[in-house]
């Protein structure tokens, strides 16, 4: 949760009272609020990841042909 929000207190102290009083509605909003930061936390990763592996493949072939000559 305090990713989501950056760790703001008060944000959190307001969702530590919408979950103590069971506050359905807010909760969903909660819900889907996270649900969303971790996909495009997931998508980051995979966009790095990606980003990575194209690096590696290009420093691999770098080095390969250097060996060549």
Known sequence: MQAVWHGEMQLITDLDRVFEQGED???????REVR???KEIKKR?????????TKAEKEKTQKT????K
């Not at 042909?65 to 060549?68: C, P, R, T």
């Open 65 to 68: 042909k250097a060996k060549k």
């Open 25 to 31: 509605k807010n909760i969903d909003v909660v819900k």
């Open 45 to 53: 990763g995979a966009a790095v990841v990606n980003q990575e592996r």
């Open 36 to 38: 969303q930061y971790e």
